[in-house]
């Protein structure tokens, strides 16, 4: 609480004085009130899906008696609401939706899934910018995804298809984060920002809930377009509750050079690299040291092509298991279109690691996705989805009861829709 208002107080105190039109004494470190130019635009749209999947795994529904895994067939859908503003001083954001499926197995079930979200940002001055954001997810499944082992090009948040092609076990919970942050631009080229945070996962039939709080900041020099460097310092304490449960402190010391260069062998060629110190601790443990960052090769071809490969090293709190997780992750991607109308995108992740400080290997993950789209109309699609995952972890390595191993495959087929109600734009 106390962290929300000084944070409140910062973000107020400038734009309330500025407002005036007199910058004051300290004019020259916030910046005068933006000038309101642009245009306005409001937006409010629909965004849906619906289709049939196969599933070569699917998981007994959490009230049931301990049952291995079966294949079998399951149709569902998804329905979600977005409300936008925007003007080039301001923008919001509001979304929230709900997901449905019904999977046709002896004996038949249904499980829904619960989300929303909102977010500001503003430019309160000529050198400030603010923002704050929240989420909330009702989820019937946990998943070790997106916390370990994914560089971030698994699985399609637009469609929503399969319903769960990386739920490990039906476990019902509750996910909720909150995020604020300032960013100051203190010249032409460099600038400061801060934020601080706070996540929170808890389980309706497991007392192994997790919270996570944490700020950092960060100073950047664009030295030029393609050259960045950047120093930063982060903390966070993480609560894993239950039995076996510890707390942890992360430090985060981040130096390093953002480099995005484009290879004069090819103008459309980019390549990227970031660097950070992990430095893990807890109150019966000596300190854990860890470089962390990642690389990432880009090639654009043709028109709308693109080829990626990328490698990272991080760490990762994962709610349930019962240290922080060390991860090294490599995975590739191909995406482009065939023509106007049709679409296709392909990825593939492998990840492994091992805990922080019991030094315990055996986390490994894999996974492919590759997702054909065909426009039928301006506003309405065909996909066709293949999705496969696997995972392997150690005995005893969390507090949830997890299947030690896990494999599955599933294909996805149906429509997706995006309706537009409310457009408004003006000066």
């Given at each position: 609480?106390?962290i ?5 107080a910062?973000?107020?105190m ?9 910058p004051?004494p ?9 000038a309101r130019v ?13 289709g049939?999947q196969?599933d070569s ?10 049952a291995?895994t079966?294949?079998?067939?399951g149709?569902g859908?998804?329905?979600?609401l977005?409300?936008?503003?925007q ?10 939706g ?17 989300s929303g979200?909102?977010?500001i940002a ?7 910018e603010a923002?704050?954001s929240?989420?909330?997810v ?7 995804y997106?916390s ?25 919970n ?5 995020t ?40 950047t ?41 484009t ?10 690299f970031?660097t ?30 693109r ?10 709190y ?13 995975g590739?991607s191909?995406?482009?279109?065939f ?11 492998a ?7 019991s ?11 590759s997702k ?23 005995e005893?390595?969390?507090a ?10 599933a294909?996805?087929?149906?429509l997706t ?11």
């Open positions: 609480m106390i929300r208002l000084c944070v409140a910062l973000l107020l400038p734009a309330t004085v500025l407002a005036q039109g007199n004051g300290f004019g020259g470190l916030f910046g005068r009130a933006p642009g245009e306005d635009q409001t937006l409010v749209e629909v965004r849906s899906s619906v049939g196969y795994a699917i998981l007994a529904p959490e009230d049931a008696p301990a291995d079966q294949s079998g067939a149709a859908g998804t329905v979600g977005v409300i936008q503003h003007t080039e001083k301001f923008s919001a954001l509001v979304d929230g709900a997901r449905r499926v019904q999977y046709f197995v002896d004996p038949s079930y249904g499980l829904s899934l619960y979200s909102a977010s503003s430019v309160l001055t000529s050198r400030l923002g704050v929240g989420s909330y009702h989820s019937p499944f946990y998943q070790i997106p370990f082992g994914m560089n971030g090009t698994v699985g399609n948040p637009g469609t929503m298809a399969p319903f769960a092609p990386y739920a490990t076990q039906m476990l019902e509750e996910s909720v984060q909150a604020a942050g300032l960013t100051a631009r203190l010249t032409e080229r460099t600038k400061l920002t801060a934020s601080a945070y706070r996540r929170q996962t808890m389980f309706t039939e497991s007392d192994a809930d997790f919270t996570n709080n944490g700020y950092q900041a960060r100073w020099w664009e030295v030029r377009r393609d050259l960045g460097v950047y120093a930063g310092y982060g903390h966070e304490h993480a609560v894993q509750s239950g039995v076996g449960g510890q707390e942890f402190d992360n430090e985060t010391i981040d130096i390093g050079i953002d480099y995005r260069r290879f004069s062998l090819s103008r459309r060629t980019t390549f990227g970031s950070s110190t992990s430095v893990l601790k807890t109150g019966t443990s000596a300190r854990e040291v860890r470089v962390n960052g990642g690389v990432i090769l880009t090639k654009y071809f043709r028109r709308t092509w080829a990626a490969a990328h490698a990272t090293r991080a760490t990762s994962v709610p349930g298991f019962y240290e922080p997780l060390y991860s090294d992750t490599v590739v191909l995406g482009g279109m023509s106007t109308r049709l679409e296709w995108v392909i990825s593939a992740d990840g492994r690691g091992e805990a922080a400080f030094n315990t290997s055996g986390f490994n993950t894999v996974t492919a996705s054909l789209t065909f426009a039928l109309s301006r506003y309405v699609g065909l996909y066709g989805q293949y999705s496969a995952y696997g995972y392997e972890i150690p005893n390595s969390n949830l009861g997890l299947d030690d191993r896990l494999a599955r495959q294909i996805s087929v149906g829709a995006y309706i537009p109600l409310y457009k408004k734009v003006g000066q």
